[in-house]
């Protein structure tokens, strides 16, 4: 069964940075495309960033361009998501996501879902 643990969240002043994780197991780390959504409260879920099986496709969200920056390491199986210059705007849950091919990961079409990570900016 795959499972995804995020981590990292917390709460952090405007302008400041935070690193998420998303630690995959149960799977085979390096075929999945992963991507980054958000959900802010009384809001719909929404697309931050993803990024493919080998990192050459990486896409943002017209939002967070310039400020995030999506990774991943394969032999940790791991996902990262560093967020500069964060605005109360950016408060939400952070979710990583799994998909099991690219083209479901270019489809927005995602199988596997953490289970979350709180982020506060304060203003």
């Known amino acids: 069964q795959v499972q995804l643990v995020e981590s990292g969240g917390g709460l952090v002043q405007a302008g400041g940075s935070l690193r998420l994780a998303c630690v995959v197991s149960?799977?085979?780390?390096?075929?999945?495309?992963m991507g980054w959504f958000r959900q802010a409260p009384g809001k719909e879920r929404e697309f931050v960033s993803a990024?493919?099986?080998?990192?050459?496709?990486?896409k943002y969200a017209d939002s967070v361009k310039g400020r995030f920056t999506i990774s991943r390491d394969n032999a940790k199986k791991t996902v990262y998501l560093q967020m500069n210059s964060l605005k109360p705007e950016d408060t939400a849950v952070y979710y990583c996501?799994?998909?099991?091919?690219?083209?479901?990961?270019?489809?927005?079409?995602?199988?596997?879902w953490g289970q979350g990570t709180q982020v506060t900016v304060s203003s």
């Open positions: 996501a799994a998909a099991s091919s690219s083209s479901r990961l270019i489809a927005y079409k995602y199988d596997y």
């Open positions: 149960g799977g085979t780390f390096s075929i999945y495309g």
């Open positions: 990024i493919s099986t080998s990192g050459a496709i990486i």
